[in-house]
């Protein structure tokens, strides 16, 4: 009933830039707080940004000062603006939400993921 898409991810020089977006859809009450994680081959997932619904931000020290996390809450829309990307971002990054749907209970949900791959 509610599915994250991601979108934006890519091939990119180092130093480069991208933005990803995540598009929350379905039968959806409210989106609580919101996040952006990624995963490297051989690695954990590992959460790199938050937002709540008021907007407070938090981020993994790895991604500070290069990564804005941001949401469109009319659009039930969260983006990833990255820059100064480094090699070591390389991974699938992916979106994910704490939902209240409209006809179930409040959980939260993963999109599929996206690739970054940042060469050197």
């Known amino acids: 009933q509610v599915q994250l898409v991601e979108s934006g991810g890519g091939l990119v020089q180092a130093g480069g830039s991208l933005r990803l977006s995540c598009v929350a859809s379905?039968?959806?009450?409210?989106?609580?707080?919101m996040g952006w994680y990624r995963q490297a081959p051989g690695n954990q997932r590992e959460l790199l940004a938050s937002i709540t619904s008021g907007g407070n931000t938090n981020y993994a020290d790895s991604v500070k000062g290069r990564f804005t996390i941001s949401r469109d809450a009319a659009k039930n829309t969260m983006y990833l603006q990255m820059n100064s990307l480094k090699p070591e971002d390389t991974a699938v990054y992916y979106c994910?939400?704490?939902?209240?749907?409209?006809?179930?209970?409040?959980?939260?949900?993963w999109g599929q993921g996206t690739q970054v791959t940042v060469s050197s």
């Open positions: 994910n939400a704490d939902v209240s749907p409209l006809l179930a209970a409040r959980g939260r949900y």
């Open positions: 379905g039968s959806i009450f409210r989106i609580n707080d």
